[in-house]
């Protein structure tokens, strides 16, 4: 429960791997944007370099003239597994979340206030 957000005044991307515990087909993921100005999510196995990763959908919620109207701020998105393109049919089981925010706004902090992530074993 809670966000998952930055410290304020963070400079740099927020990034976290999640680790299932057995491979799955990914179907559908909700993601509540806080503040982030992109969010991008990956997708690997346990058996790669952490280095190495599909991109599985990416999401620019904000740009600079957002940021200051402070439009999109705490948008709601959902992908399905038709979004997913060349992965969609692979079992996986990581998932890489990256936040960014390059148009910072004095004292403020960025992240995701809502991850929830479906599919099947």
């Known amino acids: 429960k ?13 990034v976290c791997e999640f680790s299932l515990q057995v491979p799955a087909k990914l ?6 944007n806080f503040w982030s ?3 991008e999510i990956h997708v690997g196995l ?3 370099p952490v280095s190495q990763r599909e991109l599985l959908v990416q999401k620019n ?17 959902t992908f399905t597994e ?15 979340i ?3 925010q390059p ?9 995701l206030s809502l991850l929830n992530i479906n599919g099947s074993p």
């Open 103 to 111: 148009y910072r706004v004095q004292g403020g902090c960025f992240g």
């Open 82 to 96: 038709e979004e997913f393109e060349k992965v969609s049919d692979l079992y996986w089981d990581r998932v890489k």
């Open 46 to 48: 346990s058996t790669w």
């Open 61 to 77: 919620f904000m740009n600079r003239l957002d940021v200051y109207q402070g439009a999109h701020a705490e948008e709601l998105a």
């Open 2 to 14: 809670g966000k998952w957000t930055s410290p304020q005044d963070y400079q740099g991307d927020l």
């Open 37 to 39: 100005a992109r969010v």
């Open 98 to 100: 990256t936040c960014s």
């Open 27 to 32: 179907s559908r993921i909700w993601l509540g």
